[in-house]
């Protein structure tokens, strides 16, 4: 069975708290993007030993860490625990969304392994349960059971619709080829509850976004690594009507008026997506 994890930006990122649990607090916009990884899951026998191990096969950009250690096996492994019946699974993931960069690529990747294993096995989970499961894998993953454009609360896992559409745009992404510790990210920031909520402030016009929309990671980072700030003000230079960091970076993302990025002369970076 064959699925294509796709790629998300946050529009905004307010980090409102620190949680006892030692998570943190956050509210933002998720919006999906048409960047795809590509998962296969195969079943082995229904009458195999579930003792077996699973199998993960790895192609594309490379995956940071112990092979034991992804997401997909950790998914399938989580489910195994409540369903004993999910037999031995070989697992081929293509990557082509890079780890590490803001794009929730690895929290897509976890997520649709559970929703393969749903229809796979027949399980019959809802939404609310598999966005349960979602959440022991990651913050980000609870977004991609539904992968729809949501205001998310809590540690990401509270979620609720906005109507937004960004069809009519071109959007721009560009990862300077720079790692972002999420922990050092975190450990800059002083959590606050900001004035506005970003579900009132995303009504407004796109083209008001930059002076009302902000992501508390970019002050940090943006200071510590000159060249992700040189990105964003490259992409402004260029026209874009928004620019901003997606989640803690590296990566950063421009909204512009339909087709304009592709008449345009771009420098080489690492990474660079044209979406639209």
């Known amino acids: 069975m064959l699925e294509f994890p796709n790629c998300k930006i946050n529009i905004g990122l307010n980090v409102t708290s620190k949680r006892e649990d030692g998570y943190h607090n956050i509210e933002t916009i ?3 993007l048409p960047w795809y990884d590509i998962l296969e899951v195969i079943a082995g026998s229904r009458n195999g030993k579930s003792s077996q191990p699973d199998t993960l096969h790895l192609s594309g950009i490379t995956v940071p860490g112990a092979l034991t250690d992804n997401i997909c096996l950790k998914a399938a492994a989580l489910l195994r625990k409540d369903f004993p019946e ?4 070989t697992i081929h993931l293509h990557k082509t969304i890079p780890a590490g960069a803001g794009l929730g690529g690895g929290s897509a990747d976890g997520a649709f392994t559970l929703l393969l294993l749903d229809r796979l096995f027949e399980l019959g989970l809802s939404a609310r349960e598999l966005t349960t499961y979602a959440l022991q894998l990651g913050s980000d993953c609870p977004f991609f059971i539904n992968n729809t454009a949501c205001f998310a609360t809590g540690r990401g896992e509270q979620m609720e619709h906005v109507s937004i559409d960004l069809s009519e745009y071109t959007i721009v992404l560009i990862n300077p080829g720079i790692h972002v510790d999420t922990g050092w990210a975190f450990s800059q920031l002083t959590p606050v ?3 506005q909520k970003l579900n009132e402030l995303i009504k407004q016009p796109l083209t008001a976004w930059r ?3 902000k ?8 200071r510590q690594y000159p060249q992700i700030a040189a990105v964003k003000e490259t992409l402004y230079a260029k026209g874009a009507l928004f620019a901003a960091m997606t989640g803690t970076g590296s990566t950063v993302y421009g909204i512009f008026a339909k087709d304009a990025p592709k008449k345009m002369q771009w420098e080489n970076y690492p990474l660079l997506r044209i979406i639209g």
């Open 30 to 32: 998720f919006y999906p």
């Open 86 to 89: 999910i037999s031995p699974l």
């Open 193 to 195: 509850i900001p004035s």
């Open 211 to 213: 002076n009302l929309i």
């Open 215 to 222: 992501n508390d990671f970019e002050e940090p980072v943006l």
